[in-house]
């Protein structure tokens, strides 16, 4: 009898202990949660303190490598088919940026995401049968973790994290954490293109109005042709240029 008593109460000894396990668990999850959500203002504050593509482009990297305490932080952008490395931070960043690599080559973490858009992670990468060991390799991945860029619901491009010393690195928090800080990098990335297509339409609209205000003020042929090569020259930039007219009763250039 005294033996089936102790047996009851160290059997209930190990639930509680393993209630409590649970308990903590939980706890320390919450913890971390809220940890993230904190952590994750100041970088939504970042990424939104500029419009330049450029620098968008390079807070996205910087903040990431330091949320996630990884050591390479890259950025494919989908151009048609191709993604195109356009930024980049931490271990070999100067490799990647200007990487150009098939959309459509599933091997690469990056086209998985921009196909799936979704966070995926793998672990183990160097034998991992869902990498690209090309890429791996290339890049010292032992881990890695790719982040869609969603605008409207379509994926314009992957932020890439890789770590280069542990293996088993990434887990399903960070997939959590991944999906709000992809969400607040796409709506940094779709307002910094909004911003370069209205001055770049801009600067359109002003150069075809000094022309055509130019053009009213001339008279003669060679004030129009003159008028013209100045406002081509003024809006390329270049130290000069020559207009050649065709005459074609006399069948030579002027």
Request: glycine content about 8%; proline content about 3%; overall charge negative.
């Amino acid at each position: 009898a005294m033996f089936v008593i102790l047996l009851l109460i160290v059997r209930r000894g190990d639930q509680l202990l393993a209630e409590r396990t649970a308990t903590l668990q939980r706890q320390e999850a919450l913890l971390e949660r809220a940890r993230v959500a904190e952590a994750l203002v100041p970088i939504g504050l970042a990424m939104g303190a500029t419009l330049e593509l450029d620098q968008v482009l390079d807070i996205i990297c910087r903040e990431s490598l330091k949320l996630f305490g990884v050591d390479s932080a890259f950025l494919w952008l989908r151009e048609g088919d191709a993604l195109v490395g356009r930024a980049g931070g931490g271990h070999k960043r100067e490799q990647f940026i200007g990487l150009r690599q098939s959309a459509h080559d599933l091997s690469l973490l990056g086209a998985r995401v921009v196909r799936e858009r979704r966070p995926l992670f793998v672990n183990h990468a160097p034998t991992s049968p869902d990498t690209n060991p090309a890429m791996v390799t290339r890049f010292d991945a032992r881990a890695i973790l790719g982040v869609p860029l969603l605008s409207e619901d379509e994926a314009v491009g992957a932020l890439i994290l890789i770590d280069t010393r542990h293996e088993e690195r990434f887990a399903p928090l960070d997939v959590e954490v991944a999906t709000i800080f992809g969400q607040q990098a796409a709506m940094a990335l779709t307002h910094a293109r909004l911003y370069a297509t209205i001055n770049r339409q801009l600067h359109e609209l002003g150069t075809l109005l000094s022309v055509s205000t130019a053009l009213r003020q001339a008279v003669t042929r060679q004030q129009v042709t003159q008028t013209l090569l100045q406002q081509i020259t003024d809006t390329l930039g270049a130290s000069g240029g020559a207009v050649s007219i065709i005459n074609h009763e006399r069948r030579e250039i002027e």
